[in-house]
């Protein structure tokens, strides 16, 4: 069980499978994380097009929640990779504020082979009965099929990026290794020394192959990741060449601050991370 995952969220239920009614792509709150909190910030669709797309991958159809402004094309693209608890309603939150400014966001459901992660309630079920059965491989190619898909349906993927939290922080360090095309990234509070899928390497493993400037958020007080491993982290990516990579660790500030909808919210540093991740996108040819 990964503390940074259980860090300040309030005693999970303990939902059945059976029992949970399942949403669509982008509806409703992970059982894990109920009940939210009162200070969780809802965006609203006017002017866009939103909702949820299937997006084939090979034989494979995974959906995926989508937020764009209505008949615009040739947009800018973000990639937006959740939690360990799915694209839940927070997750396309930030997809529709990502379209707000004028972006093709999408947000896959990069866990629906290996199971309903919305659905469970004890995050120890989630991490060994899911969560550590998704390999990066397969991670990286359904990212492949969002950019792919994006490409085809009025985005610009020569303007590419991609963000994502905790989880899908780290899938984000991940992804811009992988995919020279990523022009920018944005990874909140993402495990750089550790896996979740056994055999897989860690972000630090593949620093020297992340060209893309990468801005990393964390919280300085988050007990799941050391200070030290992202320094670790930074100073790999100056060796390798990348200079333009940066880092920003906020002080007396836990895991999860930009999660609006957990104890762990902090309103300033998640504000101020907003706003420095949309200006490093702009700045960096993802606008």
Known sequence: MLKQELDSLLPSRDFSRRGFVKTAVGSGFAAAVLPVTAQTIKTDSEGLSVGEVMIPVGDFKMPAYRA???????????????????VHEYIADVARRFAKLGYLAIA????????DAQSFGEISKLMSEVIAKVPDAQVMGDLDACVAWAKANGGDTSKLGITG????????????????????????????????????????????KIKAPVLGLYGADDGGIPN????????????????????????????AFHADYRPSYRKQQAEDGWRRAVAWFKNHDVS
């Open 68 to 86: 764009q402004p209505a008949g615009k094309t040739g947009l800018p693209v973000i990639l937006v990779v959740s939690e360990i608890f799915g």
């Open 228 to 255: 030290d491993t992202i320094e670790k982290m930074m100073a790999a990516l100056k060796a390798a060449g990348n200079r333009k990579s940066e880092l920003v660790l906020y002080p007396d500030t836990p895991h």
């Open 165 to 208: 939290f905790c989880w899908g922080g780290r899938t984000t360090w991940m992804y811009t290794a992988h995919n020279p095309a990523v022009k920018a990234a944005v990874a909140w509070y993402g495990p750089v020394a550790r896996n979740y899928h056994a055999g897989d390497p860690t972000a630090l493993d593949v620093a020297a």
């Open 108 to 115: 896959p459901e990069l866990f629906v082979r290996q199971g």
